[in-house]
T-cell receptor
C-alpha cells in the first residue's frame, strides 16, 4: 500500500516551458487535491476533485490545469511556467471512509528559472 | 468565509519545556473537522489528529494534547516536555460540509517550533 505518490520529486523548468505533475493514490479515495506551499504562506489549494471526471478551482488556480480521468490519478499541468510558480507542490487525497483525514504525497519541488 | 489563524509564526523553547501552539478558526458551518499536521525538516506532512465539531472532548496522546473549545473557536495543541525531535512546522486545518457537499481544506500559515537542546 503506497498511499499517495507524486512524480517527479524535483524539476527545474525554464520560463515558458510546460510540464505535468502526476499524483497517484491506491486507497480508493474520492477526493484529491493539489496544493502549493510557499514560505510563510502555508498550504494553498490550487485545484481539487471530488470524483473521477470532475475538477474544481481552489484558492490559486491561475496558470494551472488539472485532470482526473481515473479515480486514482490526479494530474496538475503547467502550460507556460513562470518564476512565480516556483514552489513545493503537494498532492493529497481523502474520503468519507477516512473521516476526511488528508493523506499527503511527499511533494514535488519545482523551480522555474 | 472560512479561515484558520495561527498567530504564532515561530516559537523557540528549551528541551523539556511545555509549549502550546494556538489555532483559531472561523466557519459558519455547524459540521466541520479540525486537524493538526506536522511538517518536520524532511518536508513530509504528517497527520497528528482530527476532531469533528460535535466532539469537544480534549485528547491526549503521549506528550501531545489538544484542547478544542467551540466557545472561543480554538483548537490548541500542547506538547509536554518538548524534545528536539518535535522541531517542525505545525499546521492547523479546517474542513466542513458546504451546501455543495464538497470538502475543501483551509490551512493556517503554520507555526515553526524550534526545540533547543
Amino acid at each position: 500500500n503506497a498511499g499517495v505518490t507524486q512524480t517527479p520529486k524535483f524539476r527545474v523548468l525554464k520560463t515558458g516551458q510546460s510540464m505535468t505533475l502526476l499524483c497517484a493514490q491506491d486507497m480508493n479515495h474520492e477526493y484529491m487535491y493539489w496544493y502549493r506551499q510557499d514560505p510563510g504562506m502555508g498550504l494553498r489549494l490550487i485545484h481539487y476533485s471530488v470524483g473521477e471526471g470532475t475538477t474544481a478551482k481552489g484558492e490559486v488556480p491561475d496558470g494551472y490545469n488539472v485532470s482526473r480521468l481515473k479515480k486514482q490519478n490526479f494530474l496538475l499541468g503547467l502550460e507556460s511556467a513562470a518564476p512565480s510558480q516556483t514552489s513545493v507542490y503537494f498532492c493529497a487525497s481523502s474520503s468519507y471512509s477516512s473521516s476526511y483525514e488528508q493523506y499527503f504525497g511527499p511533494g514535488t519541488r519545482l523551480t522555474v528559472t | 468565509a472560512q479561515k484558520v489563524t495561527q498567530a504564532q509564526t515561530e516559537i523557540s523553547v528549551v528541551e523539556k519545556e511545555d509549549v502550546t501552539l494556538d489555532c483559531v478558526y472561523e466557519t459558519r458551518d455547524t459540521t466541520y473537522y479540525l486537524f493538526w499536521y506536522k511538517q518536520p525538516p524532511s518536508g513530509e506532512l504528517v497527520f497528528l489528529i482530527r476532531r469533528n465539531s460535535f466532539d469537544e472532548q480534549n485528547e491526549i496522546s503521549g506528550r501531545y494534547s489538544w484542547n478544542f473549545q467551540k466557545s472561543t473557536s480554538s483548537f490548541n495543541f500542547t506538547i509536554t516536555a518538548s524534545q528536539v525531535v518535535d522541531s517542525a512546522v505545525y499546521f492547523c486545518a479546517l474542513t466542513s460540509t458546504r451546501t455543495s457537499g464538497t470538502y475543501k481544506y483551509i490551512f493556517g500559515t503554520g507555526t515553526r517550533l524550534k526545540v533547543l537542546a
